[in-house]
Structure formats: C-alpha cells, structure tokens
Nanobody
C-alpha cells in the first residue's frame, strides 16, 4: 500500500491550501482515511478523518470550521481543504489509512492507522 501526499507549501496567515493524498495497493473505498500533523518539537496530532463511505467526518477542535476533509473513491484520493490558515497550523501533514475495513466511526489515534504517507510540509507565515 502506498500513500502519496502532496499540496503543501508556504502560505500567509489567512490563506488557503488543499492537500491531496493518492492511495494505491488496496481497495481505497473500503477504508477510512485520516490526516495527522506534527509541528517541530511537538507530538503528532489528529487533524481530520473521513470514514470509508465519506458519510462521517471528524475534526480536531483546533481546525473545526476551517478545514474540510473529503474523498473521491473513484480517484483513490483524499483531500484536506485548509482555509483561514494560522501560524499554529505550521507542521508536516501526513495522510494515513485506517487498519480496519469499513469501520463505521472515524478513529483519532495513530495506532488505528496502518499505512502512512511520507508527509507534506505546510508553513504558514504571520
């Protein structure tokens, strides 16, 4: 299984970015997907997740109302639209695939995800 994240970059505070994560190697549409991030010197944290059908999403409190996760099962891709970016959003963002097939809920702990992308750096300047 391979996950390829892209879309990171440098943006000013208040700006927007859209991250993409293309998956291959197993039936993408059967697995929930998540985005995590890790800022320098900080622990990795859950950002957003979407269940296998796209009908359930979950967000960290810090990004609610600003970030939107979505998926296109025909393209085997999950997206993270990030609006109203803040300097505190600066981090390496990772996409990950749930280890359990067709889980109904979205889980937030990294141990529930078994495959990870390589990460894409998002830098928000003030």
């Amino acid at each position: 299984v391979q996950l390829q994240a892209s879309g990171g970059g440098l943006v000013q505070a208040g700006g927007s970015l859209r991250l993409s994560c293309a998956a291959s190697g197993r039936t993408f549409s059967k697995y929930a997907m998540g985005w995590f991030r890790q800022a320098p010197g900080k622990e990795q944290q859950f950002v957003a997740g979407i269940n296998w059908s796209g009908g359930v999403t979950r967000y960290a409190d810090s990004v609610k109302g600003r970030f939107t996760i979505s998926r296109d099962n025909a393209k085997n891709t999950v997206y993270l639209q990030m609006n109203s970016l803040k300097p505190d959003d600066t981090a390496v963002y990772y996409c990950a695939s749930d280890r359990q097939v067709q889980r109904v809920v979205v889980v937030t702990t990294r141990y529930d995800y078994d495959y990870w992308g390589q990460g894409t750096l998002v830098t928000v300047s003030s």
